[in-house]
């Protein structure tokens, strides 16, 4: 067996590992402790064996999670950039409506702000110039976080690995263009039952919910899955990230983007 393919193995193992843990609902211990190399690229070359076995079964690409945009979690993890993971049209739920809380191992509610894309950004160097032409309009947004990894002991290479700790999202109906929108000086507010839980402004991601996109386009302008018209991205947390409970009713409200609800059955 050569280097290359015992690479290969191990790579495969720890998507294996993550994949188990989705399908049973029983949290695997951390998958860094079965890699040899522990960077971004190995993360996210396991995150794309999952990502590939998905679309493989039918599972429909709708749109990217920016995660880590936060420089208090960069901080914690040792990183000095954000990460990414797919969303899937099976990870959406309507604005409102209940979402089945079983479906979830540590789930985790954190708010944000979605656009919605016009245009394909292939390819690259991108500007924000170009990302402001290619989105279609904004969207409220809140985004279940989740972790197959017990506990949620990860790094980097963990979180990358497990789909950028992705669970589920939620966006709001009523679309608002760019124009003459300043979403870093956007604040949030999220209740959780009637109760402020999280407050934060557009400026707490990456300075602009526009520069983590920015950096999203050119991340993926030139590998097998770049950002396309109709994708959604959920360009990061605005503010603290707040457990889920069963019967827990989040609204999220941002000032000039509009508000949005995650009702947990």
Not at 125 to 148: G, M, Y
Request: net charge negative; charged share 20%; with cysteine.
């Amino acid at each position: 067996m050569t280097e290359w393919s015992e690479a290969t193995d191990v790579l495969v193992e720890a998507a294996d590992q993550l994949l188990e843990a989705a399908r049973s609902g029983k949290p695997c211990s951390p998958v860094r402790q079965a890699l040899p190399v522990r960077t971004a690229e190995t993360g996210y070359a396991v995150q794309e064996i999952n990502t590939r076995r998905a679309l493989h079964e039918g599972r429909r690409l709708v749109g990217r999670k920016i995660g880590l945009t936060s420089q208090a979690v960069q901080r914690q993890l040792g990183v000095d950039q954000p990460d990414f993971g797919m969303l899937f049209a099976d990870m959406a739920y309507p604005d409102g409506l209940p979402i089945p809380t079983e479906r979830f191992l540590q789930p985790r509610a954190e708010a944000e702000i979605a656009l919605v894309l016009k245009a394909d950004l292939v390819g690259g160097p991108f500007t924000v110039a170009d990302v402001i032409r290619a989105v279609d309009f904004a969207l409220p947004a809140i985004e279940i976080v989740d972790s197959r990894i017990a506990g949620w002991d990860i790094t980097l290479v963990d979180t990358i690995a497990d789909n950028a700790s992705s669970g589920a999202f939620v966006l709001g109906n009523t679309p608002v263009d760019l124009r003459g929108l300043d979403l870093r000086l956007a604040g949030m507010t999220m209740t959780r039952g009637g109760q402020e839980a999280s407050t934060g402004l557009g400026a707490s991601c990456l300075g602009h919910p526009l520069n983590a996109a920015v950096w999203l386009a050119n991340a993926l302008g030139a590998k097998d899955f770049p950002l396309l018209a109709g994708d959604v991205v959920l360009t990061g947390a605005l503010g603290p990230v707040v457990p889920v409970e069963a019967g827990d009713v989040f609204e999220a409200h941002f000032e000039g983007v509009g508000s949005v609800r995650a009702v947990f059955a």
